[in-house]
């Protein structure tokens, strides 16, 4: 008879799950031993919420679910950031934790503490099965949860003593009917006003990557020659150079947009959350008389922040065959607002490079020109958050599809590491670059180490200001510029601690140094961090979040 941790095994594997993420604990012992046994892969990390930052970024990556492994007590705590980041971003992480013996439930144990309770406000479902037999069906519906609807984040823990335990292997129930079969959608309504509009807009995000909707969204722009503006994972799905392809949808990245959506008269939002990136549908973005259709597959989303004219609640690429079917067979013809859209664009482009100065230590701005006139345009991006990173989503361009990984709406600093080993394990025949700051890079430094171990060689590019240069300005904002406090740093040499752990990386400081440093980098075949000096400059989206600030606090004289 096999023991728990094999019908655990045997359940992930008829799942189609190959990969566990983890950090080994005594709780895992035994279902590590049966996986390693079964040929899954493990990846072994150094920090659970580097585990289930990974395998939520595997789970992105893939479009499937993804499973994280970490022991109980303290290793559930530490994985907790992951798993509520993968909420919040709609990936289906499958957490798992062992725990102490069950027969030690409330006992004054070792490690004992209320998991599942734990976990339950940051996922879609929490459980813990009572008994060895139970595990392959816990395991099969917490799949199916994560992956429905909506997806996301998803809790199992298993006491080490269920997993050590022997049952009869049960079969495996029948699969689930894959999906609501899709009735015809009606798009009528929304074709008809999207042909009488003078300033369409549309603004695409994740769902169009989680719905495997890339083909149909670039067949229904070419269609109707609408501008499509991109964010979150919708990033690359039509790729920046695109004639139709606008840029982030972020107004905090992409100020072109302030003055386009302003002017809009109708906006197509498909799988994106009218949420706080896009200023709640609200005033600071969007004209009151603007009108929008919601295309998204979570009931509660449509109309939520901003009334719609028309709401569909579908599966967008099956909304955007239906749309591009409805939108007839001959293509629209192009308008003069697609070249005024064009013209702010191209506007905006060129703000950025007007930022970029020549002085020391380097402007990001000047930094990132440099680095988009370097990288082959094949590589993915791993993105974590702070002013350094931001100006970087600014002026790089998005080319492919899924290879743009971003912190979600939990902003989670410190995972872009993380995350890109998940992506670089992935493709490891395609360039990954791991892009953050000083500070973020410290939360898991440790997961150099695993890089490292794994063979990955990732570039991981850090911006050096010596500080939470983000945080500096927001701070000096909100005192009216008195000394900040807690926001500064060492210039520390992180690519000697990359060294330390085995892999390579060098200091740059000037411009004309970028370019030789990426070949050396490529060339290594390991990672290697490139440790940048940079100045601290506000981003355009640290400017834009204090914009939205002016108001909210009284000034130091008391007046508002
Ligand atoms: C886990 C976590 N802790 C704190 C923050 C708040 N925070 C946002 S940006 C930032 C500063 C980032 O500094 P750094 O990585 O050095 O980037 P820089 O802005 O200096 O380029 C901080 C502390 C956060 N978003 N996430
Ligand atoms: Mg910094």
């Given at each position: ?81 992951g ?33 599942v ?76 006003l ?10 695409a ?25 991109t ?35 109708l ?138 990984l ?5 902003g ?76 500064e ?31 050396r ?39 508002r």
């Amino acid at each position: 008879m096999p023991n728990g941790a094999e019908l655990f095994v045997e359940a992930a594997l008829e799942l189609g799950i190959d990969t566990i993420f983890t950090l080994v604990g005594d709780h895992l012992n035994e279902v590590l031993a049966a996986a390693a046994r079964r040929g899954m892969r493990i990846v072994d990390m150094r920090h659970e919420s580097g585990v289930t930052h990974a395998a939520d970024a595997w789970a992105r990556v893939h479009r499937r679910p993804a499973l994280s492994l970490v022991t109980g007590g303290p290793g559930h705590t530490n994985s907790l950031t992951g798993i509520a980041t993968a909420m919040l971003a709609g990936s289906p992480l499958i957490a798992v934790s062992g725990s102490r013996p069950s027969t030690l439930a409330g006992r004054q144990a070792f490690q004992d503490i209320d998991q599942v309770g734990m976990a339950r406000p940051v996922v879609k479902w929490a459980a813990e099965p009572a008994s060895t037999a139970e595990i392959p069906a816990c395991l099969r519906k917490a799949y199916e949860v994560a992956d429905a609807g909506r997806k996301g984040a998803v809790h199992l823990t298993i006491p080490v003593d269920l997993f050590v335990a022997q049952a009869p292997e049960t079969p495996a129930s029948p699969a689930p009917p894959a999906g609501r079969p899709a009735g015809p959608l009606h798009m009528g309504a929304a074709i008809d006003l999207l042909r009488s509009a003078a300033r369409p807009v549309l603004i695409a995000g994740s769902g169009i990557w989680w719905s495997r909707a890339e083909d149909a969204l670039r067949r229904f722009i070419e269609r109707t020659n609408l501008p499509l503006y991109t964010i979150t994972m919708a990033r690359g799905t039509v790729a920046d150079d695109h004639p139709l392809a606008m840029g982030y949808a972020d107004p905090a990245l992409n100020y072109a947009v302030h003055t386009v959506f302003r002017e809009a008269d109708l906006f197509l939002v498909v799988g994106k959350r009218i949420d706080y990136r896009l200023a709640l549908g609200g005033a600071r973005l969007f004209p009151a008389e603007a009108r929008f259709i919601q295309v998204d597959i979570h009931p509660p989303e449509l109309g939520l922040n901003r009334p719609l004219e028309v709401a569909v609640c579908a599966d967008a690429r099956l909304a955007l065959e239906a749309l591009t079917e409805a939108a007839g067979p001959a293509v629209w013809p192009p308008t003069p607002w697609l070249d005024r859209v064009r013209a702010l664009r191209r506007e905006w482009e060129a703000q950025l490079a007007a930022a970029a100065d020549a002085e020391l230590p380097l402007h990001p701005a000047a930094f990132f020109a440099g680095l988009k006139q370097a990288l082959p345009p094949a590589v993915l991006y791993s993105w974590d958050g702070g002013d350094f990173t931001h100006w970087g989503r600014a002026i790089l361009p998005a080319h492919h599809a899924g290879g743009w990984l971003r912190l979600g709406p939990l902003g989670t600093i410190g995972s872009a590491l993380p995350n890109a080993i998940a992506l670089q394990l992935a493709y490891p025949d395609r360039r990954v670059v791991a892009i953050t700051g000083d500070g973020a890079l410290g939360f898991y430094l440790a997961e150099m180490d695993t890089a490292v171990r794994h063979r990955l060689p990732i570039l991981l590019i850090v911006g050096n200001d010596a500080g939470w240069g983000l945080e500096r300005e927001l701070q000096s904002f909100a005192t009216s510029g008195e000394p900040t406090v807690a926001c500064e740093l060492q210039a520390s040499r992180y690519d000697l601690v990359m060294q330390a752990f085995g892999g390579r990386g060098e200091t740059i400081e000037r411009l004309d140094q970028v370019r030789p440093a990426l070949e050396r980098a490529f060339a290594a075949g390991v990672p290697y961090c490139l440790n940048v000096t940079i100045r601290g400059v506000r981003s355009p989206f640290t400017d834009w979040q204090i914009a939205g600030k002016v108001g909210l606090r009284p000034a130091p004289n008391g007046k508002r």
